[in-house]
Structure formats: structure tokens, C-alpha cells
């Protein structure tokens, strides 16, 4: 089956472009800590869903007084220790030269990723930047997807690839029309799946040049 050549493509940003799984996992450790008193339980937070959906589950009344403090531990944290993907720059330059529309919808709080994006220097790779709280619900929603392809004006969902990790990510995807493109491996998933983003670059390439034939 052919893939579709993407006129936009949107990234996921913790471990989709960066790599960000201890820094969080370090943070939510040191809050369940000062709340729970007891060892981390890390099921709670192992599905990428908003924090702020799963804190008042896991926090109930004191939910707002724990998001206060992951955000206060991720920030004391943070410094120096957010890193691309291997090969994730090498692919959004080519969106780049290709006048590939480039896209971000997380689910991090848009201070944070505002934080980090201006630590990497990647604010001119992205046309929209889309973090929890923009649009009235995060993913697993369309929402974000949606009022991203609004911004870019793309009118047909499936030119754009949704590039994520998680589930949460291709529900998304699926519910807003996009074509998820999942990085990792789930026999269990029907989309399509890379390893890393050298796979996916090979991915986009074909794609690009079945559709100059």
C-alpha cells in the first residue's frame, strides 16, 4: 500500500523528539514521595495520559498542590538534561528543506516545553506548537490535532503523519484522521511502527519519492 507523501507532519515531544523518561520519572518519584510516603508506583503514569487527568486520580483533593510540585521538581531538574533523539534533528531538517509543514501537540505543560524548546533552539523547525491546556482537552483527544490542522490550514487529515510513542498518540491520530506513525513496537497496534527516527526518515523518503513517480 501506498503511503501517503505528508504536506504536515505532527511530532509528540517527550521521547518522541527528546529524551525526557528519566528527568520525568525522577520528578514523579520525588513527588509520590512527598505525598504517598511509600515506594512509586510507576503504572499510574505509565500510559502518557495529562497530568492533569491522572493527578486527580492519583492525588485526589491535593491533586493541585502535586501538580505544583512535579512542575517545581521538573524545573530544579531540568537544566542540561534534555536531549534530542538520535537522528531526530537530521529529520526535521529535511521537513524543513522539503517546506514540510512541522507540528508539536504534547501533552507537557506549555511552560515546560516552552522551556525546553528555547534550551534546544528549536523554536524555527515548528509552524505550531500546541502543549496541555491550549485547547480545552488534551490527548487521547482530537482536540489538539484538530486546532492544529486549523493553524496550518490543512484541510485533509490524512496529509498529515502523527508521529508518537504512545497510545495516547495514535487515539489521537485516529480520532482527528491523521495517519499515526508509532515509534517503538506493539504487535498489537495496526499502524505503521519505526524503531527510531533513521527508520522513519527511510519511511519519509519512500514516501517522497513514490510520490514523484
Known amino acids: 500500500m501506498k503511503l501517503q ?13 527528546v529524551n525526557t523518561l528519566d528527568l520525568i520519572t525522577e520528578t514523579l518519584k520525588r513527588v509520590w514521595k512527598e505525598f504517598k510516603g511509600t515506594d512509586f508506583e510507576v503504572q499510574y503514569f505509565s500510559n502518557s495520559r495529562s497530568w492533569k487527568d491522572v493527578f486527580p486520580e492519583v492525588f485526589g483533593d491535593r ?32 521537513l524543513n528543506r522539503d517546506q514540510r509543514l512541522i507540528a508539536i501537540v504534547s501533552n507537557k505543560q506549555r511552560i515546560l516545553l516552552d522551556e525546553e524548546m528555547k534550551y534546544l533552539r528549536w523554536y524555527n523547525y ?5 502543549g496541555s ?11 489538539p490535532a484538530i486546532k492544529t490542522m486549523e493553524l496550518l490550514r490543512i484541510q485533509n487529515p490524512a496529509d498529515v503523519w502523527f508521529v508518537g510513542d504512545s497510545m495516547v498518540d495514535v487515539e489521537c491520530a485516529r480520532r482527528s484522521g491523521c495517519i499515526p ?23 519519509y523518503n519512500k514516501a517522497k519519492d513514490e510520490n514523484q513517480e
Open 5 to 17: 507523501y505528508p504536506k504536515a507532519v505532527i511530532f509528540d515531544w517527550d521521547n518522541t523528539l
Open 133 to 143: 491546556g491550549d485547547v480545552r482537552e488534551d490527548k487521547p483527544s482530537p482536540l
Open 63 to 94: 491533586y493541585i498542590e502535586a501538580s505544583a510540585r512535579f512542575y517545581y521538581h521538573y524545573q530544579m531538574l531540568q537544566d542540561g538534561r534534555v536531549e534530542p533523539l538520535e537522528g531526530a534533528v537530521t529529520f526535521l531538517e529535511q
Open 126 to 130: 515548528f509552524d505550531s506548537i500546541m
Open 181 to 203: 506513525i508509532y515509534i517503538g513496537s506493539d504487535e498489537a497496534l495496526k499502524e505503521i511502527q519505526v524503531k527510531n527516527h533513521h527508520e522513519l526518515l527511510s519511511l
